[in-house]
Structures are given as C-alpha cells and as structure tokens.
C-alpha cells in the first residue's frame, strides 16, 4: 500500500517560474515531513523539512506549505532555476525511523 | 568526513547467485536503512536498523537480509538473486531527528 501519494510524476517549468509539488499522506502518526532532492547518479539530499506543529515554512526560494487535517503538504519553488532541474520526493516518518517515500517528480526548468 | 559509504558502486549477477551489499556510516547516527529506488515507484523500504543487534522489515523486505553488528555497519545480503532485484540500492543513517544521510547507491543487475 502506498502511504505517501505525491503529484505530479513530472513537471516542466520556465526560469522564473513557480514549480509546485504536492503530497498527501495517510498515515496520521506521521510526525515529519521532508523533501529530498536527487540528481543523476547521487543519492538523495534532504532539501527541506517540517513538522506538524507549523503550516509553512520558508527556506530561501523553497517552502513547504503543511494542511493537517487534509493530510497534505506540498513543495512551492519560487523562481525556478535550470539547476533545480533534478527529481523531488515527499517523505514521511514517525518518531525519526522508517521513513516512507512519494514515487517522485522529475522536474525540468527551462533557460 | 566520509559520511555513508555503500560498495561496490556496480555489480552484475546471475540468477541464483548470492551476495552483500556493503554499508559504512562515520557519523555516529543509531538508525540505519536501506531502500530501493526503481523508475516510477521512488523509494521503496527493505529493512531498517535502530540500533546495533535490532533490525526490522521495511516494505519490501522479501529475498533480502540483514544483520547490524556494530553501529557503523549495516550489510544487505540477497539470498538468491532474481531479475526482479534489479536496482538501484541506496542506504542511509539518520539521527533521531529523522533527517537521512544517502550513501552514492549502488547499482545491480541481475540477469
């Protein structure tokens, strides 16, 4: 069964533009909610996180947007660059440990 | 600081054949896991590791083993490879915080 369901399977943005990713959850044990970022031949890296005490939370051009009682929260970056061309996955866990993936969003930013 | 250090890097197998994927981690972190990413499905969860001697199933855990002997060191063994493994196999170690530090994968195929 899939417990994290993230939209869309890929999105293609222009420079400048705002690139929005989205996840929804099942699980309401789930306490922490990052984003992982991965290009080609690496391993994923955290890019961001929240827990679900805030709805949002800002860091530079990426925030994460957190509805709690719709079991969602979504991915928003502002004025998108050729270099966040890479694959962005939600992710959920409870008390720090298995932590459960979305199937990911291929994005590609247009110069 | 070398962070996760997964090899080998690439390995071929034939159906049948066993082997171990090796996993190192120098930061300390209690919780260790391993996934495997296929096209459209993301991250999926074999097995995790809270702690040295305590491992459990993820997701995916049929036809895989694991064992954690001491904290730096979380080896993935395939019994007897099928073409259905065919993966790219990541570990990772987190803090109690949940954040997961990848290692560079490590790609097989299993013919």
Known sequence: QQQVKQS?????VQKGGISIINCAYENTAFDYFPWY???PGKGPALLIAIRPDVSEKKE?????????SAKQFSLHIMDSQP???ATYFCASNTGGFKTIFGAGTRLFVKA | NAG??????FQVLKTGQSMTLQCAQD????YMSWYRQ??????RLIHYSVGAGITDQGEVPNGYNVSRSTTEDFPLRLLSA??????????????????????????????
């Open chain 2, 4 to 9: 996760v250090t997964q090899t080998p890097k």
């Open chain 2, 27 to 30: 930061m300390n972190h209690e």
């Open chain 2, 82 to 111: 099928a073409p259905s493994q065919t993966s790219v196999y990541f570990c990772a170690s987190s803090p109690t915080t949940g954040e997961l530090f990848f290692g560079e994968g490590s790609r097989l195929t299993v013919l």
């Open chain 1, 83 to 85: 270099g966040d061309s």
């Open chain 1, 8 to 12: 869309p399977q890929s999105l293609i």
């Open chain 1, 60 to 68: 530079g051009r990426f925030t994460i947007s957190f509805n709690k």
């Open chain 1, 37 to 39: 970022q991965q290009f």
């Open chain 2, 38 to 43: 296929d096209p459209g499905m993301g991250l």
